[in-house]
């Protein structure tokens, strides 16, 4: 029975995505909670029906054909359905879950970041028809309430139904900017997951596994593939290839100072740079692209002291000229801080123009805690430690910043 239930969350994981797109490209968007709820049942036909006959020879089929069967059951009760009825069941009748899985999942990717859809709602929507996430795991990830994620969902869904948005490739002209946002919302995915802003977990990686895989998908189809998805797969892979190594054993904070690189992971690096090569095909240099340099420099660097940071420095300012983030211009002045030392990186976080805009952000006192100390400034230190514990930070941030305070004394 564990075996099954095992079986049952990886199909869900990794097939239930699939086979919610398929069926909403056959029966319609507006068709598209239907699709969700007879997925979800034929999940939990499986874990009943597998205990006693057995798991089928092809597991990922016998899902599709129950939740196809169930949407067919419902359906065929509306007097409307009958009319389409006979041009659904063509296509349903040669229809595999693994013949258009990929077109379908993009195409249902590109859907849920229409532009009439608020952003806020796209992520969610993303996560709960692509990702398989539920409602509650949503709302766990984004520290957001239950009701709050539901009714995201609801809008976002009565969008798609009212305003007969298509699930179907973007014409040439739309695909650019449809492309843009999709490319937005999953390094958003990613960044929640790489650094969870509240709760028990520093990391939440199935959001980071989640990120990378729709990442994957967009730099393998023809239509999508760009120098810039390169450029953001490849960033994504490079930050992940630390992870391991962010937290230690008892579950602690590891600062890239202190991160044993043996733990990195290599395979990730070695997918990470092919991608940051493949972005350098076109003429056009996104975020992603300098972002992705600099997580290669420290992907490339033998250890903390070995860091190129005076190049580091360097694609900062590239970035801050194409983006001018204060979060941006805040690593910026850590880079200093490690090339030209402490007191020319407090300058540096000082002079930030939006420094404002950070006030509630625990990294902005932590990182100024890190400087004075380095200086030799232990009360002042202290102060800004202070100050970021008082901030929302997840358990593991919070313990790391009790032993800076304690260091100070």
């Known amino acids: 029975m564990q075996a099954i239930n095992g079986l049952v969350d990886?199909?869900?994981?990794?097939?239930?995505?699939?086979?919610?797109?398929?069926?909403?490209?056959?029966?319609?968007?507006?068709?598209?909670?239907?699709?969700?709820?007879?997925?979800?049942?034929?999940?939990?036909?499986?874990?009943?029906q597998w205990s006693f006959h057995g798991v089928p020879d092809n597991p990922a089929g016998w899902l599709f054909r129950v939740a196809r069967n169930k949407a067919l059951d419902q359906l065929r009760r509306q007097t409307t359905f009958q009319q389409k009825e006979p041009e659904i069941a063509a296509a349903l009748s040669n229809v595999a879950i693994e013949e258009n899985s990929g077109d379908d999942t993009l195409s249902m990717m590109l859907m849920c970041c229409h532009p009439t859809i608020p952003e806020e709602s796209r992520i969610a929507l993303t996560l709960k028809t692509v990702g398989g996430f539920s409602v509650e795991e949503i709302a766990r990830a984004f520290l957001a309430k239950k009701e709050t994620i539901a009714q995201r969902l609801v809008r976002a869904k009565k969008l798609i139904r009212d305003q007969s948005i298509a699930m179907e490739m973007p014409s040439r002209s739309e695909l650019p900017q449809r492309l843009e946002s999709l490319l937005k919302v999953i390094y958003l995915m990613f960044n929640e997951g790489h650094s969870a802003h509240e709760g028990d977990a520093l990391v939440r990686a199935d959001l980071c596994d989640e990120a990378i895989r729709l990442g994957s998908i967009?730099?393998?189809?023809?239509?999508?593939?760009?120098?810039?998805?390169?450029?953001?797969?490849?960033?994504?892979?490079?930050?992940?290839?630390?992870?391991?190594?962010?937290?230690?054993?008892?579950?602690?904070?590891?600062?890239?100072?202190?991160?044993?690189?043996?733990?990195?992971?290599?395979?990730?690096?070695?997918?990470?740079?092919?991608h940051l090569e493949a972005s350098a095909s076109g003429d056009e240099i996104t975020t992603y692209h300098v972002e992705a340099a600099i997580a290669a420099c420290h992907a490339a660097a033998?250890?903390?002291?070995?860091?190129?940071?005076?190049?580091?420095v360097s694609l900062y300012d590239e970035l801050l000229e194409m983006n001018p983030s204060p979060v941006a211009a805040l690593n910026r002045a850590v880079a200093i801080a490690m090339s030209q030392g402490p007191r020319a990186g407090i300058d540096a976080v000082e002079s930030i123009a939006a420094r404002d805009s950070l006030r509630e952000y625990p990294l902005l006192y932590s990182t100024l805690g890190e400087l004075w100390l380095r200086s030799g400034n232990r009360s002042r230190a202290a102060e800004e430690f202070s100050r970021a514990l008082e901030l929302p930070s997840s358990m593991p941030e919070k313990r790391f910043l009790l032993r800076k305070l304690e260091s100070c004394r």
């Open 302 to 312: 033998p250890s903390f002291e070995e860091t190129d940071w005076r190049h580091i």
């Open 218 to 274: 967009l730099a393998e189809h023809s239509a999508t593939v760009s120098p810039a998805v390169h450029a953001l797969l490849g960033l994504m892979l490079l930050q992940a290839a630390r992870l391991p190594a962010r937290v230690d054993a008892c579950g602690d904070l590891a600062v890239l100072e202190e991160q044993d690189r043996s733990r990195w992971d290599r395979q990730f690096i070695t997918r990470g740079m092919r």
């Open 10 to 48: 990886h199909l869900f994981r990794h097939r239930a995505g699939q086979m919610v797109a398929t069926l909403t490209r056959i029966f319609g968007p507006e068709h598209l909670p239907l699709a969700e709820e007879v997925v979800q049942e034929s999940l939990i036909a499986a874990l009943t």
